[in-house]
């Protein structure tokens, strides 16, 4: 067993000492899930606000294709998009797999339905006559919009975590269509199941650590926003 | 006084059921009418057809003359107030919740602060300008709903039952407050309650809705 802690020990001494193929990889990942995130958050943001507040056809559908979609399972993800980007595929004129960009692609197609979906149920747990009320008050469509996410910014925060956090860990579709290749589109899931594979439990240790910490530290400082408003109100 | 708005074979439907029925109502200018009912019976359809906020089949609403249909829904719901039975304030500070409809209008900052500071004063809540609007009782956030609205100077004033979930003395003082100021304002006012007590105390006139139809004009 006292590989294991041989292992945390290296780990330790690899985050203190600084690598670099451990920095770039540890930026590269922050790059690739924080742009996925800001654009999930840009398509699930008023789409889930679409689907709350208003009733057409067709929304119970797309309500169930959201839901579905909040827990469609990485690889999936990847095969999809791997279908799209490849040279031959219907997007392969981009050029773009192995590249962070088509990392950010799957990525967004991950974190969106959870964006959206929380979004919805957000916005639906406010009380129906605020949207009443704010019109009544003389609000346009938009005034009353930005309030009604004002109101609903807690789980808005929520949302905004939930996709951060499911980009940020899922392995699969990264694997699939960045290819994992060092230097150019190795983020620290696909890092570390790599050095695991390899034995390497230093480093496999010292990425884990810093997928913790960096998800840890991100979601903190949501939480911190979220629970200061929560106690002034 | 003039008529300020008259309703003419009117039919609101919600879920594709008629929910009011109105063959003729006037209201003057200045007047406070009452409108009383049992739940149900089409009050507060009424309201939200006048404030624009749900469409009506058949009939004709004339506000001062014109065609309510006709008037852009934006800016007729920026000449109206409305106040439901629960004050639904927003989650930020009294002084914030009265400025919003006038941030709305896109009114300059010292008037803001100027009709912000006079309606404090008027409703006896000054003391509660930075509290949290989330932190107060139903009597102090009803008084802060009312000078949310009033601060807007609205050519009409559409009241729902505005102080049902207040205990007795507090709705009585509150009544009669408010009473008072429309009657300064010189405000045109539709009040629905189920009381008819109620009704004939705050009104100027009254009328009595069942079954989404006005079914007595008790003068």
């Not at chain 1, 088509?102 to 974190?111: D, E, H, L, R, T």
């Not at chain 1, 959206?116 to 129906?128: H, R, W, Y």
């Not at chain 1, 006559?129 to 009544?136: I, K, N, S, T, V």
């Not at chain 2, 102080?163 to 009473?179: G, I, M, Y």
Request: glycine share 8%; charged share 20%.
């Amino acid at each position: 067993m006292d590989w294991i802690w041989q292992g945390f020990h290296d780990a330790f001494n690899l985050l203190l000492h600084g690598d670099p193929e451990i920095g770039f990889i540890t930026l590269l990942t922050l790059r690739v899930s924080g742009l996925a995130t800001l654009i999930s958050l840009v398509i699930g943001l008023p789409f889930g606000t679409l689907l709350a507040l208003h009733h057409f056809r067709g929304r119970r559908l797309l309500l169930g294709l959201v839901n579905t979609g909040m827990a469609i399972p990485p690889v999936v993800v990847g095969l999809l998009a791997a279908i799209l980007l490849w040279r031959s595929g219907p997007l392969g004129i981009l050029n773009l797999i192995y590249t962070p960009s088509a990392m950010i692609f799957a990525q967004v197609i991950i974190a969106s339905p959870v964006i959206t979906g929380l979004t919805v149920a957000a916005l639906e747990q406010l009380d129906p006559r605020l949207r009443l009320q704010l019109l009544g008050l003389g609000a346009s469509q938009w005034q009353m919009i930005a309030l009604l996410w004002w109101e609903a910014r807690l789980g808005l925060l929520a949302a905004l975590m939930a996709g951060f956090g499911r980009a940020i860990s899922e392995i699969g579709a990264s694997m699939m269509i960045g290819g994992n290749i060092r230097f150019q589109t190795r983020v620290l899931t696909t890092a570390i199941v790599l050095e695991t594979g390899k034995g390497n439990f230093d480093r496999a240790i010292a990425l884990g650590l810093i997928l913790l910490s960096l998800a840890f530290m991100i979601n903190y400082v949501l939480t911190l926003a979220q629970q200061r408003r929560q106690s002034r109100s | 006084m003039t008529d300020f708005l008259e309703i003419s074979g009117l039919l609101v439907e919600r879920d594709r059921r008629p929910a009011l029925t109105l063959d003729h109502l006037t209201v003057k200018e200045a007047e406070i009418l009452a409108v009383s009912g049992a739940n149900g019976c089409g009050k507060t359809t009424l309201l939200l057809t006048m404030a624009r906020l749900l469409p009506f089949q058949k009939g004709e609403i004339l506000l001062r003359g014109q065609p309510l249909e006709k008037q852009d829904s934006l800016s007729h719901r920026r000449r109206i107030g409305l106040v439901f039975q629960d004050p639904l304030l927003l989650d930020m500070s009294v002084e914030e919740n009265i400025t919003l409809g006038l941030r709305f209008r896109h009114m300059p900052r010292a008037e803001t602060a100027r009709r912000v500071d006079e309606w404090l004063e008027y409703l006896n809540i000054g003391h509660l300008r930075k509290r949290p609007a989330r932190k107060l009782s139903g009597g102090e956030a009803q008084r802060v709903n009312l000078a949310r609205v009033l601060a807007l100077r609205p050519e009409l004033l559409l009241l729902d039952e505005p102080f049902r979930s207040l205990d007795a003395a507090t709705r009585s003082r509150l009544l009669n407050e408010l009473k008072s100021i429309l009657e300064q304002m010189c405000t045109t006012t539709i009040f629905v309650t189920h009381d008819p007590v109620e009704a004939s105390a705050f009104g100027h006139r009254t009328v009595i809705l069942a079954q989404g139809r006005v079914e007595s004009q008790p003068r």
